[in-house]
């Protein structure tokens, strides 16, 4: 396992840290580790066109986006290609 040292934390930082690994019986070293696998999940998780719109422009926002295929678009066929 990799070590790392962290200097000059701000003091309102640490005591966050210090209150918030007692608030989840947690060392402070356990939980910098769970924060930053987290972070790193978030980062690394490709999110998919539809679920940013809905982020933005959901239920949750106020916005009804209708069904999908609502506007009458229809994929585009092979076969319907080669029959023209």
């Known amino acids: 396992m990799a070590m790392l040292t962290v200097r000059q934390i701000d003091r309102e930082d640490k005591e966050w840290l210090q209150q918030e ?15 930053i696998h987290e972070k ?19 239920p949750e926002r106020g916005i009804d986006l209708g ?8 994929a585009s066929n092979l076969e319907d290609l080669e029959s023209t």
């Open 21 to 35: 690994a007692a608030r989840q019986r947690l060392s402070m070293e356990a939980l910098v580790r769970q924060l």
């Open 67 to 74: 069904e999908r295929g609502r506007f009458g678009f229809q």
């Open 40 to 58: 790193r999940q978030q980062s690394t998780k490709k999110a998919q066109p539809s679920e940013i719109v809905r982020q933005y422009f959901g």
